[in-house]
């Protein structure tokens, strides 16, 4: 169903996933480090939505892979397995052309079929 390719696609762009409060504990015991020093390194906030900062076009814990793994947001970890694949055979192709680590074996509904699975087991 699903095998990461570590083509760090998903850690390109101008903007990295949102975090919320229990990503920001994570990611602060992680780094060791304190909030104010994990904030001024690491994060930006806008409008009360905080980021990681963005360097060269990327997240700033990329570096030829996640170089956070374990503090990480969770919508990174949950990354490309959403949720809405479930709903729309359309978010699943959406999802297929920036992740190549998603099957293209498997037709929609045997996808489903075992993502439904997946999420059930964890
Ligand atoms: S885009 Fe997909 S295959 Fe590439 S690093 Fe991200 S999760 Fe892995
Ligand atoms: S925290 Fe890791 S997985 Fe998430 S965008 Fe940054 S480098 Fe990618």
Redesign the pocket.
Known sequence: M??????????QGETTVSLDPDDLDRMIKHLKMTRGEVMKKYLRETHNVIQMKIVDGHCIFYRE?CTIHHGKPWRCSQ??LHPSILYDEANLNAIKD?????SRKLDYEAFCRKFTEYLALK
């Open positions: 699903f095998l990461c390719r570590q083509c760090g696609h998903c850690c892979g990354w490309p920036s992740c190549p680590g998603i």
